[in-house]
């Protein structure tokens, strides 16, 4: 069965990427892209909303399998949310297909298994 991802977006103050990152990575994500970006709001939506919209912006991408999204977003929320110096907003979409990320998860899964083969070798010296 085919693994399923979703592309989680998180737009911040410019300066916030970094925030976004981490806690997206304590939640289980991989890595991600940051796109620059400039935010526009009505002065009326300023007003009603009791905001100032800083128009730099950074844009986050992560893509993350569909079980950890959750996680994720509500780390990203947690750490660089509207309520934090970020002001951020995150949400995700579904992606319908992917190509390339079997054979990273491949590499990554057999680069893991001769991490343990490497620890279990050195146990076994060590017990010598």
Sequence with gaps: M???YELVFCIVNAGFSDAVMYAARKAG???GTI???RGTA???IEAK???TVQ???EIVMILVPE????????SIYDS???GSEGQGIAFSLPVERSLGLDTVNRKADEKDKGKDKEKASDRDKDGE
């Excluded at 079980?67 to 509500?74: A, Q, S």
């Design 49 to 51: 909303y009791n905001i």
């Design 80 to 82: 660089a949310g509207l």
């Design 55 to 57: 128009p730099e912006k």
């Design 42 to 44: 009505s002065p009326e």
């Design 67 to 74: 079980e950890i999204k959750d996680d994720v977003l509500r």
């Design 29 to 31: 994500a991989g890595g």
């Design 2 to 4: 085919e693994k399923k």
């Design 35 to 37: 796109l620059k970006g």
